[in-house]
């Protein structure tokens, strides 16, 4: 389904305002001394509408870094499934995308319950990035900066109104209620729009094309002694994957809180440990750190490829940002493609 | 005001190192969902290493101290906060009538806030009247804080940690960076990105090593003469600052003196790093103007600490190395609050501000503001004090979220003297092997309960602040504190933490700028910050060291207290590890930290083991003349032949039932890095 609406700015206040009787609502507010984090908006008119990508990435509401399964007793067990009713506002494109590729993966052959009820119970709004990040580089990927389909909503910023895609029912059910407040769409605001588009094109710092690291390993000419170079300067933080909207790993714990009661928790987990693939008696199958960031790369640009068609990586350009060895996605391929040593 | 009901991201500060790196606490409906970075924070620029991602778990586990515990007949027993404090106050009033208030010894925490550092050592000094107050500082930086004074006046980080980038020469000795403290290995990468020279001297192949254009391997123990020598080169080649040594040092005759005896040939049979490696780094290090020096347990856990602090000044001096940005000495302190501890003076000499008990108008400032007669003679170390319980001068002991059983050198020594104390107080989050031996265990808050303010290594002081209500029946150590002192018959009334500041801010120059409200959203302030409009200071010693003139102290060498000889043949050096801390109290409760490495793991050269019969992952035993433990062999080439490492996080081998407790004569910190074992395969 698409369906378009012209939003006056003056009137999202009030539609937001609206909205958060019902549901949660969630947008991009003022952190720590210039920093901008997703978190419960209390008050509407600080949602920060022009902001830069944010750290963490918006799979924190579907897939949270520590969540509680079900607890457990000698009574029985209890699930802790979330369904809180939930609107994100201000997500971004690539956010979008990679969140259609979360869908499929907690949502395809296996279902995660955990996963689905929080999705069945968020709708995201994301806004077309008029101003990408120097790290940005979803333009090579087609995940960004505007999508024409797979969203929620999608909001393009026109100045003095927002033209409003709706692009699924979940989507829909936020606006249906108040169409006193949206217009139909003229030829113009879609002209708007495009050239919105095409500025922001224009705008993008990095060229990415991930499709040439690709086919730069699959002619095996890319030798371990570069793969060593980019895994001597990991951190082993993790970082890379907790902040990558796409990395779904996560480890079940149980956590005792008496002899006859407990809970069972997962958290966030990494293919970049090496205790990831830990087995009995002291067996390390991914000891070498080597073999962890190549896996990790092997995956997001091999593997995601033959299992949904789309590389594992929407161009975010977080990791960027988080990865304190600086061997994150967008400097590895550059790296694969002039090699090495040239930089 | 928190609203607990609602998904927030509440800024604060990591609880691990010194590097003192800004994070989102999570908090969804009162409970810690997660961690992130600040992305503009200046330490850690939206990176964090493994342990502040994974820094949420620890918080709200089960295993926390829920209620006050009294010792009753050999078991503990639930008790009511009043039963408790009262039994404390009680209790501590009688042993300080009957023995004295030296009888009673306090130990206070690097991992508590300057506001709650500063009450301990106030409720120690006003409240029972002794200065029996350290910290574990004594076991990790007291050579610094000692060693630098002396020399330049002000023992700190001469620099800030984002101007590390923008270095043109760094120059590593005993610190593992990269591990030790992640962000500031960042920016040290970063550093060599842009074109910087790194020089790394270690005895281990450490990650940081990896990338050093040139590593030195000295022998553990040996950085006197390894730092000697360099100087001998740098005079010998004339590339002395000699404007700035007439201009801002003193003693440069004397110390030129002794570095005439420590050719790089000389050196070389002490050390075993060749003349030419030796050359090449001094002539580096020497000729670029951009140097920064870095330093950590690897110079300090000597009986020669204070001596090889000294020496790096003295490189400093000679080279001009100092006094500007991008250019001097820096000292990286372990905890994330253990600068904040020692400007907070929870140290038996000095009150915060390192101003000295033994100063009569220092003692009267701090006598008229807290109403009390004060003592003048300085107190026990920690590491003097519970020697002095075997000698029955101390009775009873006060421990603030410390583990001196895990980290102490000689564990069974420090047995022997918990088991002997008349009365025992211990104030923690989890129970911990010190806290079985006390008579009372209070339960105290985590970072993310409280507020207050800490201190990082770059003497930045930060705001953390509190993101959900104390977890069950806990409370904030300065609250606990005031409650007894109170009981006492000392009161201490605040109501908030920023209280407390101001009252530090009253006493303590460095500190006099630092409120509360300036450090709201603006990542801190740096001290010294003299007013209450100054911005903090960046870099220290500019145009003028702190106390005036530089000094040269000439250092000899002097060598380990115990080398290996034929029946204990290689020499153990203890660290830390990159997934874990100290002793393991929040890490080991954090399942991705303990998966990743859950057991003790001594590193052998593989030709060692191959001598000995060892095979990489067996059981061995490592026995020194004062114990023996069992781990597991790892056999790895990051250590040099002879050498054994164990980290000393794990208490079911806890490597300080080996290590020596000889002490360096000033700052009495043990050497921890140099003790002979010999090794033998579990049949
Ligand atoms: S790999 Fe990096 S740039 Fe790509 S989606 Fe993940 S975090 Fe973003
Ligand atoms: S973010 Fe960088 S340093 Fe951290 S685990 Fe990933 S690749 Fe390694
Ligand atoms: S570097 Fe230190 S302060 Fe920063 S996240 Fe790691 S442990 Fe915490």
Same mark, same amino acid.
């Not at chain 1, 714990?253 to 407990?262: C, L, Q």
């Given at each position: 389904?698409?369906?378009d609406?012209?939003?006056?700015?003056?009137?999202?206040?009030?539609?937001?305002?609206?909205?958060?009787?019902?549901?949660?609502?969630?947008?991009?507010m =003022?952190?720590?001394?210039?920093?901008?984090v997703?978190?419960?908006?209390?008050?509407i008119?600080?949602?920060?509408l022009d902001c830069?990508?944010?750290?963490?990435?918006?799979?924190?509401?579907?897939?949270?870094?520590k969540?509680?399964?079900?607890g457990?007793?000698?009574?029985?067990?209890?699930?802790?499934?979330?369904?809180?009713?939930?609107?994100?506002?201000?997500?971004?494109?690539?956010?979008?995308?990679?969140?259609g590729?979360?869908?499929?993966?907690?949502?395809g052959?296996?279902?995660?319950?955990?996963?689905t009820?929080?999705?069945?119970?968020?709708?995201?709004?994301?806004?077309?990035?008029?101003?990408?990040?120097?790290?940005?580089?979803?333009?090579?990927?087609?995940?960004?900066p505007?999508?024409?389909?797979?969203?929620?909503?999608?909001?393009?910023d026109?100045?003095?109104?927002?033209?409003v895609?709706?692009?699924?029912? =979940?989507?829909?059910?936020?606006?249906?209620?108040f169409? =006193?407040?949206?217009s139909?769409?003229?030829?113009?605001?879609?002209?708007?729009q495009?050239?919105?588009?095409?500025?922001?094109?224009?705008?993008?710092?990095?060229?990415?094309?991930?499709?040439?690291?690709r086919?730069?390993?699959?002619?095996g000419?890319?030798?371990?002694?570069?793969?060593?170079?980019?895994?001597e300067?990991?951190?082993?933080?993790?970082?890379?994957?907790?902040?990558?909207?796409?990395?779904?790993?996560?480890?079940?714990?149980?956590?005792k809180?008496?002899?006859?009661?407990?809970?069972?928790?997962?958290?966030?987990?990494?293919?970049?440990?090496?205790?990831?693939?830990?087995?009995?008696?002291n067996?390390?199958?991914?000891?070498k750190?080597?073999m962890?960031?190549?896996?990790?790369?092997? =995956?997001?640009?091999?593997?995601?490829?033959?299992?949904?068609?789309?590389?594992?990586?929407?161009?975010?350009g977080?990791?960027?940002?988080?990865?304190?060895?600086?061997?994150?996605?967008?400097t590895i391929?550059?790296?694969?493609?002039?090699?090495?040593?040239?930089? | 005001?928190?609203?607990y009901?609602?998904?927030?991201?509440?800024?604060?500060?990591?609880?691990?190192?010194?590097?003192?790196?800004?994070?989102?606490?999570?908090?969804?409906e009162?409970?810690?969902?997660?961690?992130?970075?600040?992305?503009?924070?200046?330490?850690?620029?939206?990176?964090?290493?493994?342990?502040g991602?994974?820094?949420?778990? +620890?918080?709200?586990?089960?295993?926390?101290?829920?209620?006050?515990?009294?010792?009753?007949?050999?078991?503990?027993?639930?008790?009511?906060?009043?039963?408790?404090?009262?039994?404390?106050?009680?209790r501590?009033?009688?042993?300080?009538?009957?023995?004295?208030?030296?009888?009673?010894?306090?130990?206070?925490?690097?991992?508590?806030?300057?506001?709650?550092?500063?009450?301990?050592?106030?409720?120690?000094r006003a409240?029972?009247?002794?200065?029996?107050?350290?910290?574990?500082?004594?076991?990790?930086?007291?050579?610094?804080?000692?060693?630098?004074?002396?020399? #330049?006046?002000?023992?700190a980080?001469?620099? &800030?940690i984002?101007?590390?980038?923008?270095?043109?020469?760094? +120059?590593?000795i005993?610190?593992?960076?990269?591990?030790?403290?992640?962000?500031?290995?960042?920016h040290?990468?970063?550093?060599?990105?842009?074109?910087?020279? !790194?020089?790394?001297?270690?005895?281990?192949?450490?990650?940081?090593?990896?990338f050093a254009?040139?590593?030195?391997?000295?022998?553990?123990?040996?950085?006197?003469?390894?730092?000697?020598?360099?100087?001998?080169v740098?005079?010998?080649?004339g590339?002395v600052?000699?404007?700035?040594?007439?201009?801002?040092?003193?003693? #440069?005759?004397?110390?030129?003196?002794?570095?005439r005896?420590y050719?790089p040939?000389?050196?070389?049979?002490?050390?075993?790093? &060749?003349?030419?490696?030796?050359?090449?780094?001094?002539?580096?290090?020497a000729?670029?103007?951009?140097?920064?020096?870095?330093?950590s347990?690897?110079?300090?856990?000597?009986?020669?600490?204070?001596?090889?602090?000294?020496s790096?000044?003295?490189?400093?001096?000679?080279?001009?190395?100092?006094?500007?940005?991008?250019?001097?000495?820096?000292? !990286?302190?372990?905890?994330?609050?253990?600068?904040?501890?020692?400007?907070m003076?929870?140290?038996?000499d000095?009150?915060?501000?390192?101003q000295?008990?033994?100063?009569?108008?220092?003692?009267?400032?701090?006598?008229?503001?807290?109403?009390?007669?004060?003592?003048?003679?300085?107190?026990?170390?920690?590491?003097?004090?519970?020697?002095?319980?075997?000698t029955?001068?101390?009775?009873?002991?006060?421990?603030?979220?410390?583990?001196?059983?895990?980290?102490?050198?000689?564990?069974?020594?420090?047995?022997?003297?918990?088991?002997?104390?008349?009365?025992?107080?211990?104030?923690?989050?989890?129970m911990?092997?010190?806290a079985?031996?006390?008579?009372?265990?209070?339960?105290?808050?985590?970072?993310?309960?409280?507020?207050?303010?800490?201190?990082?290594?770059?003497?930045?002081?930060?705001?953390?602040?509190?993101?959900?209500?104390p977890?069950?029946?806990?409370?904030?150590?300065?609250?606990?504190?005031?409650?007894? &002192?109170?009981?006492?018959?000392y009161n201490?009334?605040?109501?908030a933490?920023?209280?407390?500041?101001?009252?530090?801010?009253?006493?303590?120059?460095?500190?006099?700028?630092?409120?509360?409200?300036?450090?709201?959203g603006?990542?801190? !302030?740096?001290?010294?910050?003299?007013?209450?409009d100054?911005?903090?200071?960046p870099?220290?010693?500019?145009?003028?060291?702190?106390?005036?003139?530089?000094?040269?102290?000439?250092a000899?060498?002097?060598?380990?207290?115990?080398?290996?000889d034929?029946?204990?043949?290689?020499?153990?050096?203890?660290?830390?590890?990159?997934?874990?801390?100290?002793?393991?109290?929040m890490?080991r409760?954090?399942?991705?930290l303990?998966?990743?490495?859950?057991?003790?793991?001594?590193?052998?050269?593989?030709?060692d083991?191959?001598?000995?019969?060892?095979?990489?992952?067996?059981?061995?035993?490592? &026995?020194?003349?004062?114990?023996?433990?069992?781990?597991?062999?790892?056999l790895?080439?990051?250590?040099?032949?002879?050498?054994?490492?164990?980290?000393?996080?794990?208490?079911?081998?806890?490597?300080?039932l080996?290590?020596?407790?000889? !002490?360096?004569?000033?700052?009495?910190?043990?050497?921890?890095?140099?003790?002979?074992?010999?090794?033998?395969?579990?049949l």
């Amino acid at each position: 389904m698409k369906k378009d609406m012209i939003l006056e700015k003056s009137n999202l206040s009030y539609w937001l305002r609206q909205l958060r009787k019902e549901m949660l609502l969630i947008g991009p507010m =003022h952190g720590e001394n210039g920093d901008i984090v997703l978190k419960t908006v209390e008050n509407i008119h600080e949602i920060v509408l022009d902001c830069p990508a944010l750290i963490p990435s918006p799979k924190e509401f579907l897939f949270p870094q520590k969540e509680e399964m079900f607890g457990f007793s000698t009574e029985g067990t209890k699930n802790y499934r979330n369904s809180k009713r939930r609107l994100i506002f201000g997500v971004r494109s690539c956010d979008v995308s990679a969140i259609g590729l979360l869908d499929r993966f907690y949502g395809g052959k296996f279902i995660d319950d955990y996963y689905t009820a929080r999705r069945e119970n968020t709708v995201f709004i994301s806004v077309g990035c008029n101003k990408p990040d120097p790290t940005c580089f979803c333009n090579g990927l087609g995940t960004g900066p505007f999508l024409s389909s797979g969203f929620d909503i999608q909001f393009s910023d026109l100045g003095d109104r927002y033209l409003v895609e709706i692009g699924s029912e =979940h989507g829909l059910s936020i606006v249906k209620k108040f169409s =006193h407040l949206f217009s139909k769409p003229q030829k113009s605001d879609y002209d708007d729009q495009y050239e919105a588009i095409l500025s922001s094109h224009a705008m993008f710092e990095k060229r990415i094309n991930l499709e040439n690291a690709r086919q730069k390993i699959l002619s095996g000419s890319v030798e371990d002694s570069f793969w060593a170079g980019v895994a001597e300067r990991c951190f082993e933080c993790g970082g890379c994957v907790y902040e990558c909207p796409l990395c779904t790993c996560f480890n079940v714990i149980d956590r005792k809180y008496s002899a006859i009661e407990g809970v069972r928790l997962r958290n966030w987990d990494t293919c970049m440990f090496r205790g990831f693939t830990k087995m009995a008696v002291n067996v390390w199958p991914a000891e070498k750190k080597i073999m962890r960031t190549k896996r990790w790369y092997f =995956h997001k640009l091999l593997y995601y490829p033959e299992q949904f068609g789309r590389f594992g990586c929407v161009g975010c350009g977080r990791c960027t940002i988080t990865c304190p060895g600086r061997i994150d996605m967008a400097t590895i391929a550059y790296r694969l493609k002039v090699g090495n040593n040239e930089d | 005001m928190v609203n607990y009901h609602k998904m927030d991201k509440i800024p604060t500060i990591c609880p691990y190192c010194g590097c003192g790196c800004g994070l989102y606490l999570h908090v969804e409906e009162g409970n810690i969902i997660g961690v992130s970075p600040i992305r503009h924070h200046p330490v850690n620029r939206g990176a964090l290493c493994v342990k502040g991602w994974n820094s949420f778990e +620890f918080i709200q586990h089960p295993e926390r101290l829920k209620y006050p515990l009294i010792k009753e007949n050999g078991v503990f027993k639930k008790s009511s906060w009043d039963e408790a404090i009262r039994l404390v106050a009680g209790r501590l009033t009688d042993i300080k009538k009957s023995y004295g208030p030296d009888s009673i010894g306090v130990m206070s925490s690097a991992k508590c806030t300057n506001e709650e550092n500063y009450l301990i050592m106030k409720f120690a000094r006003a409240a029972i009247g002794t200065n029996n107050i350290d910290h574990c500082a004594r076991l990790c930086h007291s050579s610094t804080v000692g060693g630098l004074a002396v020399a #330049f006046g002000s023992g700190a980080m001469t620099n &800030s940690i984002s101007e590390i980038a923008d270095a043109k020469v760094l +120059f590593v000795i005993g610190s593992n960076t990269t591990e030790q403290h992640p962000m500031i290995g960042m920016h040290m990468l970063d550093a060599v990105d842009k074109g910087a020279t !790194l020089i790394v001297a270690d005895p281990r192949r450490t990650q940081i090593s990896e990338f050093a254009h040139i590593h030195l391997r000295q022998k553990s123990g040996t950085d006197v003469v390894l730092l000697n020598s360099m100087m001998n080169v740098i005079i010998n080649e004339g590339l002395v600052d000699i404007p700035f040594i007439k201009r801002r040092t003193e003693n #440069f005759d004397a110390f030129e003196r002794v570095i005439r005896e420590y050719p790089p040939d000389v050196a070389e049979k002490i050390t075993g790093v &060749s003349p030419h490696d030796i050359k090449k780094a001094a002539r580096v290090y020497a000729t670029e103007k951009r140097a920064m020096l870095f330093y950590s347990m690897g110079i300090t856990q000597h009986i020669t600490g204070v001596d090889n602090v000294r020496s790096c000044a003295n490189l400093c001096m000679l080279t001009a190395h100092i006094g500007q940005p991008m250019t001097g000495l820096n000292p !990286l302190r372990g905890q994330n609050n253990v600068q904040g501890a020692c400007d907070m003076g929870a140290l038996p000499d000095v009150y915060s501000g390192y101003q000295k008990v033994i100063e009569p108008s220092a003692r009267k400032k701090f006598e008229q503001a807290w109403g009390r007669k004060l003592p003048s003679k300085p107190g026990l170390t920690l590491t003097e004090m519970f020697d002095a319980v075997l000698t029955e001068r101390i009775k009873a002991m006060y421990i603030v979220g410390e583990n001196p059983l895990i980290s102490d050198p000689d564990s069974s020594h420090i047995r022997e003297a918990l088991e002997k104390l008349d009365f025992l107080v211990v104030q923690d989050i989890f129970m911990s092997d010190t806290a079985e031996f006390a008579d009372v265990v209070l339960p105290a808050v985590t970072f993310a309960e409280k507020e207050g303010t800490f201190t990082n290594t770059e003497r930045r002081v930060q705001k953390i602040n509190r993101a959900i209500r104390p977890m069950y029946g806990s409370m904030p150590d300065w609250r606990i504190i005031s409650e007894i &002192s109170k009981k006492m018959g000392y009161n201490m009334e605040y109501r908030a933490t920023h209280e407390i500041m101001e009252e530090i801010a009253l006493l303590t120059p460095s500190y006099r700028g630092i409120l509360h409200h300036r450090l709201d959203g603006n990542f801190g !302030l740096q001290w010294p910050c003299l007013d209450p409009d100054h911005p903090g200071t960046p870099f220290l010693h500019r145009k003028k060291f702190a106390k005036g003139l530089g000094t040269f102290i000439p250092a000899d060498y002097i060598p380990p207290k115990e080398s290996p000889d034929k029946k204990f043949p290689f020499l153990l050096t203890t660290g830390r590890i990159y997934f874990h801390y100290h002793t393991g109290t929040m890490c080991r409760r954090t399942s991705t930290l303990e998966r990743e490495y859950p057991e003790c793991c001594a590193e052998i050269n593989p030709e060692d083991a191959n001598t000995a019969g060892i095979k990489h992952n067996s059981m061995i035993k490592v &026995s020194s003349r004062r114990g023996t433990i069992t781990v597991r062999a790892y056999l790895t080439d990051r250590v040099s032949k002879g050498t054994i490492f164990i980290p000393f996080h794990f208490r079911e081998a806890s490597v300080n039932l080996l290590t020596n407790p000889a !002490l360096d004569p000033l700052a009495k910190i043990p050497e921890y890095k140099v003790c002979a074992v010999r090794i033998e395969p579990v049949l």
